[in-house]
């Protein structure tokens, strides 16, 4: 049964700082993985897909890498700003027919004005 | 871009009665969207696939006669939480895949805007 894990679970950072979160998976035969945000009591914000043959892909100052044999992906943001301030989940979609989608628990963060 | 709508946002209703949630569709066909749940402080679990013109696929310890799931048409999957009670509060949201064909590999997910239960 696939898990995600997400870490660290919380961060909080100064305005400006670039940072990165951590995502890992433990079965690799996955069809993509997607980063999504979301605010506090609200739907998800799609930000990133990245399909299993693909290593990363870029939107603005975000960034998301794969290696897919590691099990593991990285969201790193640059220049972060005060709006950035969100929950941010990872979510895999596993191959083996099934369809729904696997999240972590998110990372909490706050960046700070 | 692809955008499901989801209502209501917010509903609280007396323990015993049943709640209905809409998850549409709004530029897209979707043959399939889900449902999820999500309690405090944990991960988006998923709790039923939802197929147009079939039976829901439920996920192991997902009650199906407590969660009733129709999807009557391309564009539209409701839940309904059946004789409710406070354990079932919760947030609730759906999804579907924001592509058909049979690169359906290729597409991520597009989701609702959720529905906070609260029974009391």
């Known amino acids: 049964k696939q898990e995600v894990t997400q870490i660290p679970a919380a961060l909080s950072v100064p305005e400006g700082e670039n940072l990165v979160l951590n995502c890992s998976f433990t079965?690799?035969?996955?069809?993509?993985l997607q980063w999504f945000r979301q605010d506090p009591g609200k739907g998800l914000t799609s930000l990133l897909l990245?399909?299993?043959?693909?290593r990363e892909q870029t939107s603005g100052r975000l960034n998301a890498s794969l290696d897919k044999s590691s099990g593991r992906s990285t969201l790193y943001i640059a220049a972060s700003q005060p709006g950035d301030s969100a929950t941010y989940l990872c979510a895999v979609r596993s191959g083996g027919g099934a369809d729904g989608l696997t999240f972590g628990k998110g990372t909490h963060l706050i960046i700070q004005p | 871009g692809a955008v499901v709508s989801q209502h209501p946002s917010r509903v609280i209703c007396k323990s015993g009665t049943s709640v209905k949630i809409e998850c549409r569709s709004l530029d897209f066909q979707a043959t399939t969207m889900f449902w999820y749940r999500q309690f405090p402080k944990q991960s988006l679990m998923l709790m039923a696939t939802s197929n147009e013109g079939s039976k829901a696929t439920y996920e192991q310890g997902v009650e199906k006669d407590k969660f009733l799931i129709n999807h009557a048409s391309l564009t539209l999957s409701t839940l309904t939480v059946t004789s409710a009670h406070p354990e079932d509060s919760s947030f609730y949201i759906c999804?579907?895949?924001?592509?058909?064909?049979?690169?359906?590999?290729?597409?991520?997910?597009?989701f609702g805007s959720g529905t906070r239960l609260t029974v009391v």
């Open positions: 079965d690799s035969a996955i069809y993509n």
């Open positions: 999804s579907a895949r924001d592509g058909v064909g049979t690169s359906g590999a290729l597409y991520g997910y597009t």
């Open positions: 990245i399909q299993s043959s693909q």
